[in-house]
């Protein structure tokens, strides 16, 4: 996951109460990623979820040139 950029979508896998869902990346860090959920409870929440929520890339940002 060391490639991971600004718009790519990752599935953030279910924790606590909180089911698996579509995240968009909008930095990475060390310890985690910056973003914004866009689907189910916490869609449109702001959140830093860590590396080991990552489940897989769902799809990645196109690049505009």
């Known amino acids: 996951m060391d490639d991971l950029r600004e718009g790519d979508v990752i599935v953030i896998r279910a924790f606590d109460d909180w089911p698996e869902h579509l995240f968009e990346v909008d930095e990475t860090f060390d ?3 910056s973003g914004y959920s866009i689907t189910g409870p916490l869609a449109g929440v702001y959140g830093e979820p860590g590396w080991e929520l990552i489940y897989r890339v769902a799809y990645r940002a ?4």
């Open 62 to 65: 196109t690049s505009s040139t």
């Open 31 to 33: 310890d985690c990623v």
